[in-house]
């Protein structure tokens, strides 16, 4: 294991257990990768079936683009491996971030007729890449789930063409998508989005109804 790889492999882990302290992450739900080279393409990423509260450095795995090239014989990379490859080589990402939040996961099943769900009007907002102002409208678009991860990746890849300007996504009563150019800005979108889906869910109980 060489220092770089380690040293992505400790953060990966620590990102992981905090997520699972908050409920984004809980029994053996979510995974998360962050990109080690471009080329070759090489991702470490968490491993299938892993506790996410009581991960360690060791069990963190190396894939390539064809996701059953991992250097490691004992583990298996996360069932949805394919899809942060796609994340990565449609966004450019340094790291992609998938959680499994209850807020995330009301909101998917409640907005998924309408295809996705728009954020707007929040301070939270400014805390996303980019974005300078409360007044920015995000749309959070929605993909049916499915355990066909190819198909599964066809249709993420098609959406974010579809969004460019997206900054994460919701699998139907799954869970976020979410990434960016590095591991400290990953984990600040999945702390932005998750307040804000929080935020929403609990406001659906609060308003009164007209």
Do not use: C
């Amino acid at each position: 294991m060489d220092e770089a790889f380690r040293d992505t492999a400790s953060a990966l882990v620590a990102i992981s257990r905090s997520f699972y302290a908050r409920g984004w992450a809980l029994g053996t739900s979510g995974n998360f990768s962050a990109v080690l080279s471009q080329d070759p393409l090489r991702l470490a990423i968490t491993p299938s079936g892993a506790d996410k509260g009581e991960l360690n450095a060791e069990r963190i795995l190396t894939i390539g683009p064809e996701i059953n090239e991992t250097d490691d014989l004992n583990e298996k990379p996360s069932a949805e491996a394919l899809l942060h490859i796609t994340v990565v080589l449609a966004r450019g990402a340094g790291a992609v971030f998938h959680t499994h939040s209850v807020w995330s996961t009301i909101l998917s099943s409640v907005h998924a007729p309408a295809g996705g769900v728009m954020i707007e009007g929040f301070e939270m907002l400014k805390g996303l890449e980019g974005v300078k102002s409360h007044e920015h409208r995000e749309w959070l678009p929605i993909i049916e789930n499915s355990q066909d991860m190819p198909a599964l990746a066809e249709s993420v890849s098609h959406t974010l063409k579809k969004h460019p300007d997206s900054h994460g996504f919701l699998l139907k009563q799954h869970g976020l998508y979410t990434w960016g150019g590095n591991l400290a800005q990953a984990k600040r979108h999945v702390e932005i989005l998750e307040f804000l889906l929080e935020t929403l869910s609990r406001l659906r109980v609060v308003e009164p109804k007209i």
